[in-house]
């Protein structure tokens, strides 16, 4: 048995902690404002993006994807899948080549002779805004 004056003590301590939390959160909240108001929309985006890879981890998780090991970019990341199907005959399709920096890079990853690649693109730009930096119409 538990004595009821160390539940209440207990319960109390349950209460501060609370207290402390919430107020932790809006301090925060008040310093995060402070330093919004300095910032540019490009600089808040920027860390928007990094935030969104908290997401990522989950979704992929959520999945079953363990990714290991984690590449610093994309390049990297084409060049270690490139590695795993060398010597496989592949067709490569992308949706949306923009100037072609990917679609040429996959060219000279994917060296089977029979392996073909098509590229696609309106040459519009994108069809709304993307973000602050990529506007509807860029990139094309
Ligand atoms: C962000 S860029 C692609 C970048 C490219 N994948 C790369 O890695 O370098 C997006 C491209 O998709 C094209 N695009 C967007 N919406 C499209 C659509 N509905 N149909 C065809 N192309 C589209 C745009 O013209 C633009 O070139």
């Known amino acids: 048995m ?83 199907i060398q010597g496989d005959r592949v067709l490569f399709l992308e949706f949306g080549v923009y100037e072609g920096y990917t679609l040429r890079r996959w060219a000279e990853l994917l060296t089977h002779p029979a392996t073909s690649l098509h590229g696609f693109d309106s040459f519009m730009g994108l069809p709304e805004d993307w973000d602050e930096c990529a506007r509807r119409g860029g990139v094309a």
Not at 76 to 84: G, K, S, V, W
């Open 2 to 84: 538990v004595p009821d004056s160390d539940i209440g003590q207990s319960c109390h301590l349950m209460s501060l902690v609370n207290q402390v939390m919430l107020r932790l959160r809006t301090l925060t909240q008040v310093a995060l404002t402070v330093i919004g108001a300095r910032l540019t929309a490009a600089h808040v985006q920027e860390l928007n993006s990094m935030i969104n890879y908290i997401e990522v981890g989950r979704w992929l998780r959520s999945r079953g994807f363990t990714p290991t090991p984690r590449h610093a970019d994309r390049w990297l990341l084409y060049a270690a899948i490139a590695e795993r």
